[in-house]
């Protein structure tokens, strides 16, 4: 496989700061929150994200929730639901990343994948080939009741199979059909996504566009470079899962194009070379970055763990999936942003029974002081707590900062 050229002696070099201070900026961070967070602040700071993924663990706040509150802060969850799930909204779901909302207005981009989506499983996954019968009567269906979601839907192959995470019949043919594209988001109900058909929620004409692959990559890599402020290759393919070789050959379009531009950061090597890195010509690097934030575990700057781990020498994993005696920092560990380098974590749990927010650990990462994390976080769990409709902050006695956590919260 052909590698990316070595930047040109003329490149510019960025110190892993201005890295950092380049890709936080990027995305949304360092600005000043807003006294009120309005519809139309969210909605921009969405289009400024690119993708929003969806997760359905509710243990702090369900994930969708989290990037919008570290970048603008307190703001009623409520107003986002009505943004992002509304029926005929300016947004809808596809797999542009994992599940995630996009602007509707960009469905036709995605039209490639749900393609190359029905191609594969068509051919890969007896599952599809052997239940044609059951697609069809899902449509069939769909067309005759309207939007439902698949507690909605009358059949008997709506039990689900095995223990309770188990996917039944009617579930996997309505996921397979939104992959494929011939059935579509109409919001959510609660957390349960209602499936409808694209003439149902106004989506006709845009399901009718069709953008070549080449121009629909070239389109979502430029999209990926401003979103990530300066990322590799890998970095840039990630942000919406596109394949290496595409985003290569889309990144030496915009390269020719003028574009984006080819930088060196300092650090970023492979076998003793360094790592081709991306931005968008004429960028500002702010010149310090004030910010303090927690972050989903699939919030942009973190959800590519490598990146994480060059970009702020941060290694992390989510360990809800790990057996509780095995787990080093928590079920739930959120990294915890302070300026532009992430300094601990926190796992967090809203106990709505007792109406508390609970700190179960508090970490801080080796060389940072505790008690300089906890100054910062204090303030900022007392808002995540009210912002989550709970009262007071209570920390428990398990990770290195955790005593720190403690006094700050109550002021000592």
């Known amino acids: 496989m052909p590698t990316f050229p070595a930047a040109p002696r003329t490149a510019r070099r960025l110190s892993s700061s201005q890295a950092r201070r380049l890709a936080l900026s990027a995305q949304g961070f360092g600005r000043p929150h807003p006294e009120a967070v309005t519809s139309r602040q969210l909605s921009a700071a969405l289009d400024h994200l690119g993708v ?7 243990v702090f706040a369900r994930s969708h929730y989290l990037p919008l509150f570290a970048r603008l802060g307190t703001y009623d969850p409520a107003s986002l639901d009505r943004l992002i799930f509304s029926a005929r909204g300016r947004y809808t779901e596809y797999w542009a990343h994992e599940a995630a909302i996009i602007r509707r207005e960009d469905w036709p981009l995605w039209h490639w994948k749900r393609e190359a989506l029905r191609e594969r499983f068509t051919c890969t996954q007896p599952w599809v080939r052997e239940n044609t019968a059951m697609l069809d009567w899902l449509l069939a269906e769909l067309a005759e009741v309207g939007p439902m979601t698949v507690s909605d839907v009358e059949h ?14 009617v579930k996997v043919g309505l996921e397979y059909l939104f992959a494929f594209g011939d059935v579509v988001s109409g919001g959510r109900r609660g957390f349960s996504r209602i499936y409808a058909l694209p ?3 106004g989506m006709t004409a845009l399901h009718a566009q069709r953008v070549a ?3 629909a990559e070239r389109e979502l890599v430029r999209r990926s470079v401003r979103a990530l402020g300066v990322g590799t290759i890998g970095d840039i393919a990630d ?4 394949k290496i070789a595409p985003t290569r050959d889309a990144l030496r379009a915009l390269l020719a194009a003028g574009e984006v531009e080819q930088v060196e950061v300092e650090g970023w090597q492979r076998a003793g070379r ?10 500002s690097i702010p010149r310090r970055l004030e910010a303090t934030a927690l972050l989903s575990p699939f919030d942009p700057v973190v959800a590519n763990r490598d990146r994480a781990l060059r970009l702020f020498d941060f290694a992390y994993r989510i360990e809800i999936y790990t057996p509780a005696p095995q787990r080093q920092y928590g079920y739930y560990t959120l990294p915890v942003l302070v300026d532009e380098m992430l300094l601990g974590r926190l796992d967090l749990k809203s106990d709505r029974q007792a109406g508390v927010l609970r700190v179960q650990s508090a970490w801080v990462e080796p060389g940072v ?4 994390l906890a100054e910062r976080v204090a303030p900022l769990l007392r808002r995540a707590s009210a912002w989550q409709g709970l009262g007071d902050v209570v920390v428990a006695d398990r990770g290195n900062a955790s005593a720190a956590v403690r006094r700050a919260v109550d002021g000592e």
């Open 213 to 215: 692959r080449p121009d």
């Open 199 to 201: 003439h149902q929620v």
């Open 239 to 242: 942000y919406y899962r596109l």
């Open 156 to 169: 008997e192959a709506t039990a689900r199979r095995g223990p309770w995470w188990g996917w039944s019949d």
């Open 369 to 372: 002081q505790a008690g300089h």
């Open 52 to 58: 929003l993924q969806l997760d359905s663990v509710t």
């Open 274 to 283: 360094p790592l081709p890195a991306f931005v968008v010509p004429g960028a």
